[in-house]
């Protein structure tokens, strides 16, 4: 069945970077479109980036020009480059496989001093 495993979070200082990895099994991410969205203490959960083909990539607002959602068609992992991380970006980060519904069980970003 198709599963998602996220890793790479962690804490960072305030204009740090982190790259969060999600490992896609039971099918390729070629096939899917693949999602980040994150949930921070005390809010829904929200949109940060999505991908199709390798090709067609979209942000949230509040993360364009900061993070980058990219592709390893060889690895199958989808990946989400972050810099100029915020206090603000912190938040549990979920990869999410749209053609499958299904969800991972997300990776803990913190950004602190």
């Known amino acids: 069945q198709v599963q998602l495993v996220e890793s790479g979070g962690g804490l960072v200082q305030p204009g740090g970077s982190l790259k969060l990895s999600c490992a896609l099994s039971?099918?390729?991410?070629?096939?899917?479109?693949m999602g980040w969205y994150r949930q921070a203490p005390g809010k829904q959960r929200e949109f940060v980036a999505l991908?199709?083909?390798?090709?067609?990539?979209t942000y949230a607002d509040s993360v364009k020009g900061r993070f980058t959602i990219s592709g390893d068609n060889a690895a199958n992992t989808v990946s989400l480059q972050m810099i100029n991380l915020k206090a603000e970006d912190t938040a549990v980060y979920y990869c999410?496989?749209?053609?499958?519904?299904?969800w991972g069980q997300g990776t803990q970003v913190t950004v602190s001093s």
């Open positions: 991908i199709i083909g390798g090709g067609f990539k």
């Open positions: 999410n496989a749209g053609r499958f519904g299904v």
């Open positions: 039971g099918s390729r991410i070629s096939t899917t479109a």
